[in-house]
């Protein structure tokens, strides 16, 4: 069985992370959606908010498992879960060397796990998590965030920055 990790922090959940999981339930068997989270950062969301907001910004599918993982370990949690593959997106020209740092550390660590990398389209690739939390502040963010995250997490943007 053709087995994948695609992990993030996911904070907040994007248009593009979903584009990523459609893709990888096309290329894979079973997709393991790894919510990531390392104790050295602060995040937005807690993991079971996380986990929760992805959910109902997905339809519900056997072959997909969400799960979180400390995100300091991503080859070990691939190995653990039995995956074979690790799912990354590119976004930019700094994610190829990203992909090539990877691949290295894969041959060299982990040689059973391939890294396969995907290139979302630009419009719902164009903002990061990190980059839409930047955006976010007293007003005026909403019209633009709103067209790179799903509606459940729009909502909860929402109601996190009106406090």
Request: some cysteine.
């Given at each position: 069985?053709r087995?994948?990790?695609?992990?993030?922090?996911?904070?907040?959940?994007t248009n593009?992370?979903l584009?990523?999981?459609?893709q990888g339930?096309?290329?894979f068997?079973?997709?393991?959606?790894?919510?990531?989270?390392?104790?050295?950062?602060s995040?937005?969301?807690?993991?079971?908010?996380?986990?929760?907001l992805?959910?109902?910004?997905?339809p519900?599918?056997?072959r997909?498992?969400?799960?979180h993982?400390?995100?300091?370990?991503?080859?070990?949690y691939?190995?653990?879960?039995?995956?074979?593959y690790?799912?990354r997106g590119?976004?930019?020209?700094?994610?190829?060397e990203?992909?090539?740092v990877m691949?290295?550390?894969?041959?060299d660590?982990a040689?059973?796990?391939?890294?396969?990398f995907?290139?979302?389209?630009?419009?719902?690739?164009?903002?990061?998590?990190?980059?839409?939390k930047?955006?976010t502040?007293?007003t005026g963010?909403q019209?633009i965030?709103?067209?790179?995250?799903?509606?459940?997490?729009?909502?909860q943007?929402?109601?996190?920055y009106?406090?």
């Amino acid at each position: 069985m053709r087995t994948a990790v695609y992990a993030g922090s996911f904070d907040p959940p994007t248009n593009g992370h979903l584009w990523m999981i459609e893709q990888g339930l096309e290329l894979f068997d079973h997709l393991y959606v790894a919510i990531g989270s390392n104790p050295s950062k602060s995040y937005t969301f807690d993991v079971d908010t996380r986990i929760a907001l992805l959910q109902q910004s997905l339809p519900s599918c056997e072959r997909l498992t969400i799960s979180h993982f400390d995100n300091r370990y991503l080859v070990d949690y691939a190995e653990e879960v039995g995956a074979h593959y690790i799912l990354r997106g590119i976004r930019s020209p700094g994610d190829y060397e990203y992909e090539r740092v990877m691949r290295h550390i894969n041959g060299d660590m982990a040689p059973k796990v391939t890294t396969t990398f995907l290139m979302p389209p630009r419009d719902i690739a164009e903002l990061s998590s990190s980059m839409i939390k930047g955006l976010t502040g007293p007003t005026g963010w909403q019209d633009i965030v709103r067209r790179y995250v799903p509606a459940p997490v729009m909502e909860q943007l929402q109601v996190h920055y009106s406090k």
